[in-house]
């Protein structure tokens, strides 16, 4: 039984900077480290957008585009602890989690979303800039 509980290395080295580390990765990150993590590549005319959402279903994701901010959220639900109430630890995280991000310079209309073997693939075209017309004027 206790070879299934996870157990954390301490190093007994003096670190003065170990306190602030540790408090900076607490407070940034989500509950337990659990902030999904992303990719973005530039593949010239559009970005593509990882991020790794393992263990959620297709349902439980929502992708909004509001003002130039595309905000996508995933939300687990709690499992009802009556059908499992042995627990001797429990490390799933279960709640809301969102990240956004800034648009502005993406066609909002062309966005593509796929999500596959818990990967949100998002398929970004970028805004094509509008080049003023151009004419000569003949002189009278």
Known sequence: MFELIPFTRHVNVYDPFRAFDELERSFFN???GFGFRTDVIDTGDAYKLDAELPGFKKEDISIDVEN???TISVER???DEDKRPNFIKRERVYGSFSRSFDVSGINVEGIQAAYNDGVLTLTM????EQKPASRKLEIQ
């Open 30 to 32: 989500d509950r337990q």
């Open 68 to 70: 130039d901010c595309l």
């Open 77 to 79: 639900k709690v499992e």
């Open 125 to 128: 075209p970028k805004k094509v």
